[in-house]
């Protein structure tokens, strides 16, 4: 072969000869592939505090050139409750600690109201404790399934619903990375967007930023725009309210809320919310007086408006006619939503292996869809009942709920469950309805399903309500 035909072939295969040379080896330049570890795939910000290996975190194998290699042994959520202990407590012992102490990680407070609701008198269990059940068959095994996989939605353990404003971190992460970000490793202390990811939907904090969920019924959501639906950025619509006024004044939820709630420590220390603490009060207004102080909170005259969410109604079904939950389609979880949206695309019905939700704690799948819908909500009026010291608080149908259960062969094996009749009042917080005097006499649930809460809708006191309190707090009687 002469050489005028190796020059040919050389020209002619060189492309192909320098490619196989390149998959070989390490590339090089500014591409993406021309990074080192584990960078070459994941494309991460790294805060100053926390600029070490990603290893030292996640494990693996960061000399690994396909994904298989590099991801053995890969720890994919390094700051969950599970893995914390290892990773994070290694520099963060005393604040690991503080955490697992707190409220927030346990929510011992919120689980126990609804258990001794149920089941007044019993031990309400552990966050651990609680799991899915695949075919409950006891009234505590399917309020064990509700809390498992449509209640408990908001705790460390799971990473929120897939909405942009919900979607975080587990354990540590779900309160020091960014929301929506989960990518992005910038370590921080909390912002008020990782707060709103659980203090969302009618929880208090949306009504601190002026929101008010809208109902469940597609007659309910917002006009189309240009031919489409609005964005939901946490998976549900709300009414612009009037925001509260320390919101207005630009302050943020830790400003008011310290560290105590979610890093519990022995120190005593004044109650983080304390009005107090930062208004010096007019002795001579009656509410204002020393002696006023134990017998009503500051909100039964400066909360501007109320959450009335009536009838808060659960139904497991484990075999769903998905057409007729298309009018409730939106509803705040993402995986019901999924599942619709890809049954009104396809117009055909999926296997029953598709009619599964996820443990919100162990993150594993059970049978079954939980939906829910309100017989009544409303964002008014301020409504006024008596605590558990027997002070004027703003009140709330919290314990509004009912349960039901539709098995697969289509049969209701629990049909309304609700608190009591066993008397939940008796080991509850019995409420006494004192204002308006018209919520007394509407066919309104019974007194112990209502519970005292902090309205976050902070403002110029109403006169007409301020007027009844005051009468109460000179006549010295109780309400």
């Known amino acids: 072969m002469g050489r005028n035909h190796l020059c040919f072939f050389a020209l002619l295969?060189?492309?192909?000869?320098?490619?196989?040379?390149?998959?070989?080896?390490?590339?090089?330049?500014?591409s993406g592939l021309g990074k080192q570890g584990c960078k070459r795939c994941h494309d991460i910000r790294l805060d100053p505090n926390h600029s070490f290996a990603c290893t030292s975190c996640h494990r693996g194998q960061a000399k690994g050139y396909v994904k298989d290699q590099a991801h053995k042994g890969l720890v994919r959520h390094p700051a969950s409750p599970e893995n914390a202990k290892i990773f994070c407590a290694r520099c963060h012992e005393k604040e690991y600690l503080s955490a697992q102490a707190?409220?927030?990680?346990?929510?011992?407070?919120?689980?126990?109201?609804?258990?001794?609701?149920?089941?007044?008198?019993?031990?309400?269990?552990?966050?651990?404790?609680?799991?899915?059940?695949?075919?409950?068959?006891?009234?505590?095994?399917?309020?064990?399934?509700?809390?498992?996989r449509r209640c408990l939605r908001c705790h460390v353990y799971y990473q929120g619903e897939s909405y942009k404003g919900t979607h975080r971190g587990t354990g540590c992460a779900a309160c020091h990375m960014d929301v929506g970000r989960t990518g992005h490793h910038i370590l921080k202390k909390p912002r008020?967007?990782?707060?709103?990811?659980?203090?969302?939907?009618?929880?208090?904090?949306?009504?601190?930023?002026?929101?008010?969920?809208?109902?469940?019924?597609?007659d309910f959501r917002a006009p189309l725009c240009q031919g489409r639906h609005i964005p939901r950025p946490y998976g549900v619509e709300w009414i612009h309210m009037?925001?509260?006024?320390?919101?207005?004044?630009?302050?943020?939820?830790l400003d008011c809320h310290d560290s105590q709630p979610f890093h519990?420590?022995?120190?005593?220390?004044?109650?983080?919310?304390?009005?107090?603490?930062?208004?010096?009060?007019?002795?001579?207004?009656?509410?204002?007086r020393q002696e006023d102080i134990p017998r009503a909170k500051c909100s039964v005259c400066h909360a501007v408006w109320g959450v009335l969410d009536l009838g808060r109604n659960l139904l497991r079904q484990d075999e769903p006619d998905l057409e007729e939950w298309q009018f409730l389609k939106v509803e705040g979880s993402s995986e019901i939503e999924t599942i619709l949206d890809r049954w009104a695309n396809s117009a055909t019905l999926p296997p029953s292996s598709v009619f599964t939700m996820t443990d919100k704690i162990s993150g594993k799948p059970f049978p079954g869809l939980w939906f829910a819908a309100f017989e009544q909500?409303?964002?008014?009026?301020?409504?006024?009942?008596?605590?558990?010291?027997?002070?004027?608080?703003?009140?709330?149908?919290?314990?509004?709920l009912s349960i039901s259960y539709e098995n697969s062969e289509e049969e209701t094996l629990f049909d309304a469950i609700k608190p009591g009749p066993e008397g939940p009042a008796s080991s509850t917080t019995t409420v006494k309805i004192v204002y308006p005097s018209y919520i007394q006499i509407r066919p309104l649930p019974k007194s112990y399903l209502w519970l005292p809460y902090h309205p976050h809708t902070i403002g110029e006191p109403d006169v007409f309500r301020t007027r009844f309190v005051q009468t109460l707090l000179e006549s010295k009687i109780s309400p």
Not at 114 to 125: N, R, S
Not at 193 to 214: Q, T
């Open 102 to 148: 707190s409220i927030h990680y346990s929510l011992k407070k919120e689980i126990g109201k609804i258990w001794q609701a149920f089941f007044p008198g019993d031990m309400a269990p552990p966050i651990k404790a609680i799991r899915g059940v695949e075919k409950p068959d006891t009234k505590r095994a399917i309020i064990m399934d509700a809390l498992a």
């Open 13 to 30: 295969f060189s492309p192909f000869i320098l490619f196989a040379l390149l998959a070989c080896q390490p590339p090089i330049g500014h």
């Open 242 to 253: 009037e925001p509260d006024v320390h919101k207005k004044a630009g302050m943020t939820c």
């Open 377 to 400: 909500r409303r964002w008014a009026p301020v409504v006024l009942g008596t605590d558990r010291e027997n002070r004027i608080s703003v009140i709330r149908p919290l314990l509004d």
């Open 264 to 288: 519990k420590t022995a120190k005593k220390k004044t109650p983080s919310a304390s009005c107090i603490r930062c208004h010096i009060l007019k002795v001579d207004i009656v509410g204002h």
């Open 192 to 218: 008020e967007r990782n707060c709103l990811s659980c203090h969302y939907a009618n929880f208090i904090g949306w009504d601190y930023e002026g929101r008010f969920e809208k109902d469940y019924p597609e």
